[in-house]
């Protein structure tokens, strides 16, 4: 847009906005009046307006909360998401004529009396988020709703897995979890809802998340361009604001707030092979036998729903896999995990000796209708009920019904429908006015649980597994989530299509949902609906290295999708990247346990690393993965050539070591077997050679590879991959570090938990970008002779026995 039609559309403003004004306040709404009296609180103040009252207080340094009563009584406070406790820090309160003040040292609010308007400043005075001075905060019978200014530069980011482009700007959005089978780029909503989202612009960045579980909304310019709006269509007006002005620092403090994904067990991030459905047994062993004999690594198999007995979660279906218990012991011993679905619909079959459907009905666990009869709906298995999650008493009995698939060997679970997606509605869900029942007595229509019923479906098998196996760490796949539902699974980006389109859509979708607090994801590589032209699955599979989830997974009725399928000669390139996948274990679980710490998605947008470089605020296609990797894929069929460009500093190529820096915009064509991959210069990666699952122990020495430059540093992270004893310090870390000097270049090692002792002894450093021939290489003190110099890769390779200690390695020139 030029500058000239920027300056014609802002010389609109006046009318374009009464017009949009106008049509706001004839929809009904009830805004929020002059303030009339103001209550000083230790954490902030409550204003009264009439006959609302309006809480502005704070919950942590640098996050504020605001919550709206219209009736002027507040609810009793409650949270799906919230686990963190608020601490509120020093407030100072300024109460004058037209405004309140209420600041502690990281941000000022400002709310001026007539009407009552909320701006959130910087200890500078600069306003970064305001309410739009003509629509206070409002409501309408059950509904409520928040105008924000919308300054022409912000961008926005976040609400979990809506597919379309990374930045969320002049696009609008539902949140109510729904099955959304072959969803396109414009589908709107699908299967999660997570109402948070980060304003970015010109570097800085604040956070909003909007604790509200009914169907809410998010517009960022549609119904106008000079606003956002946001609301629900019931529950409370309470939203928290993130200062920042880090987008890290944002992404950290929401994770604190709702929770961080755990250490997931070592095998997930391994290579994993599914599809609707493997059946009969000896299809199974067929797949398995053929990962092995192709020496393809892998670590897990999907059952899919044909394992069951009339798809009755929690059977098998013995004329299908009459020795399955076997077939989970004899996969196992190959070093594959097994991974069931189980749905938490339970099929209608009373009296037939169906244990989970008779032991349920018997504890009264379903759901009801509102005049209070038993809801059954259809879906797989026929005639359904649906257990009430919301019951403590309910997930405790929903646990235990895993115990025979535990002591067969079942390495994970699979919540799949779990929206909760119904059958042969218009609605595909069950009715809003279905009652869920409340430890406390109360309940609440389903319209207030709807988006977190998956959550709770699958808190109720994690916690179950947690009591099966003590000391084993859950692998828990869900489909549907609402904020926080990353503390009980991993999740997956639904059902997708092979297209080229769906492609290149999958990495904003994942992106953003690291940013909104939920990390560990994947989509069906390949997709799921149709079957992928050979180009698409081998670019699929190499895109999916980078995927903090990385399974291969189809539909029932599409061609075969293993790696090998399809087109043979591109078979050894499939092979190079999954082998790729294990070489960067090392580095992957390091980073996820970073991740398991802080929040910091393994995947992650650029400008959450380097949130000044506005170039990458709108980039679909490259992520950082992990803080040194900076990938850029080929998600299209490539015919012409794509530009590459780099953050600030220096990358290194992965595969020729050759350097670029921010001022190099190059275009290349890659062919097939390439993906453009490049490593941040200051970085040390960890890698291992290759293995054909985790349950094997590497074979030769831990490979460090060191690219200089500045902030020189690297980890690794190892412990036993699948208990909870890293908790009791049975770890092992390691930081690394360079440092360059004139005519020299040292490395160190320095053990920060010496609490495991990790497969590998001795360590082959490969150090790039040397320029010329060293003359000598120490370790220590003492001159070493095992090395050697690649001129024309300008690298040097230096092995060391039992390194697996503290050491310094010198190289001089």
């Known amino acids: 847009m030029s500058i000239s039609r920027i300056g014609r559309r802002w010389s609109l403003l006046p009318a ?42 704070f919950f942590r340094p640098g996050i504020v909360r605001v919550r709206v009563a219209p009736k002027g009584a507040f609810p009793k406070d409650f949270s799906w998401a919230v686990i963190e406790e608020g601490k509120a820090p020093a407030v100072t309160v300024k109460d004058s004529k037209d405004q309140v003040e209420v600041s502690d040292t990281e941000v000022v609010v400002r709310v001026k009396k007539s009407p009552l308007l909320i701006n959130f400043e910087d200890k500078q005075g600069n306003t970064v988020l305001a309410d739009e001075a003509s629509l206070p905060m409002a409501w309408s019978g059950e509904r409520v709703r928040v105008w924000k200014q919308m300054p022409l530069l912000e961008n926005y980011y976040g609400l979990g897995d809506h ?20 969803f396109q780029e414009s589908t709107d909503p699908i299967y999660k809802s997570i109402p948070f989202f980060i304003g970015l612009k010109e570097g800085k960045a604040y956070g909003v998340f909007f604790d509200n579980a009914y169907r809410t909304n998010f517009d960022f310019g549609l119904e106008s361009p000079f606003y956002y709006t946001f609301g629900s269509e019931g529950g409370e007006l309470n939203y928290y604001y993130f200062a920042g002005p880090e987008p890290k620092k944002i992404v950290e403090e929401f994770v604190d707030m709702v929770g961080h994904t755990p250490l997931p067990p070592y095998w997930t991030l391994g290579f994993q092979q599914s599809r609707y459905s493997y059946y009969p047994e000896a299809r199974v062993y067929e797949i398995a036998k053929t990962f092995r004999e192709k020496k393809i690594p892998l670590d897990a198999i999907y059952l899919d729903i044909d394992y069951q007995q009339g798809y009755a979660p929690f059977t098998v279906n013995r004329e299908y896999f009459p020795h399955f218990e076997q077939m989970i012991g004899d996969l196992s011993k190959q070093g594959i995990h097994t991974v069931l679905i189980t749905d938490l619909h339970i099929k209608h079959d009373p009296d037939k000796g169906y244990l989970p459907y008779d ?76 009652r869920h029942r409340l430890d406390d007595g109360s309940s609440l229509p389903h319209s207030a649980v ?66 909104s607090g939920y990390p560990l994801v994947g989509s069906d590589i390949g997709g799921f609906a149709g079957s992928p032209p050979s180009d698409l699955l081998t670019r699929w599979l190499e895109l999916g290295v980078f995927n903090p989830i990385y399974r291969d997974h189809t539909a029932k009725g599409t061609a075969n999708q293993e790696p090998w399928e399809n087109t043979p000669s591109q078979e050894p390139t499939r092979k190079r990247y999954i082998e790729l996948r294990y070489r960067l274990l090392p580095y992957i679980y390091t980073s996820m346990e970073e991740t398991s710490r802080t929040g910091m998605p393994l995947m992650r947008p650029v400008f959450l ?114 208990t909870f004893g890293y908790e009791k310090g049975e770890f092992l870390r390691v930081n690394y570090s360079c440092v360059a000097a004139q005519g020299s270049l040292t490395v160190s090692s320095k053990g920060e938990k ?60």
């Open 16 to 57: 374009m906005l009464c017009a949009a004004v106008t049509s706001v306040y004839a929809q009904g709404w009830q805004h929020v009046g002059n303030v009339q009296s103001v209550e000083k609180r230790n954490d902030g103040v409550v204003l009264t307006a009439g006959s609302a009252k309006v809480q502005v207080t």
């Open 163 to 182: 597919p379309g482009s990374l930045n969320r700007r002049n696009r609008a959005f539902t949140l109510w979890n729904t099955d959304s089978f072959a």
């Open 359 to 434: 032991s349920g009905s018997k504890a009264d666990v379903f759901i009801k209708r509102a005049d209070g009869s038993l809801y059954v709906a259809p879906v797989w298995p026929g005639p359904s009920v649906f257990p009430d999650f919301t019951l403590t008493r309910v997930r405790d009995w929903w646990g235990p019904l895993y115990k025979d698939f535990v002591g067969m060997g079942v390495s994970g679970f699979w919540n799949d429908m779990n929206e909760p997606a119904v059958f042969e509605t218009v609605t595909k869900t069950m009715p809003l006015d279905n």
């Open 450 to 515: 709807h988006n977190v019923f998956g959550m709770q479906n699958v808190r109720a098998t994690h916690d179950g597994l947690l009591k099966l196996r003590p000391n084993e760490r859950p692998f828990v796949l869900t489909r549907a989530a609402y904020a926080g539902t990353q503390r009980y699974a991993a999740t997956w980006t639904g059902d997708n299509i092979s297209t080229w389109n769906h492609i290149r859509i999958s990495t904003p979708i994942m992106l953003n949902m690291g940013l």
């Open 609 to 722: 690393e380097y949130p000044q470089l506005v170039d990458f605020y709108t980039d679909d296609r490259d992520f950082l993965f992990g803080p040194d990797l900076l990938v850029e894929p080929v998600v299209t069929e490539m015919i012409d050539a794509a530009e590459l460009k780099f953050p600030t500093g220096t990358w290194y190529d992965f595969w020729s070591a050759a350097k670029f820096t921010e001022k190099d915009h190059l275009t290349t064509k890659p062919g097939l077997d390439e993906v453009p991959l490049f490593v941040r210069a200051g970085a040390i990666l960890p890698m291992q050679p290759v293995i054909q699952s985790t349950s094997e122990t590497p074979v030769g020495p831990l490979e460090l590879r060191v690219y200089p430059g500045e902030n020189c540093r690297g980890s690794l992270y190892q412990d036993d991959g699948h």
């Open 754 to 813: 010496l609490g495991y002792q990790p497969w590998w002894k001795d360590v082959e450093m490969k150090v790039f970008g040397v320029e010329s021939k060293p003359r000598e290489v120490r370790v220590g003190e003492q001159s070493v002779n095992d090395w050697s110099y690649d001129e024309a890769g300008e690298m040097v390779t230096v092995h060391m026995k039992d390194a697996n200690r503290d050491w310094t390695a010198s190289i001089r020139y």
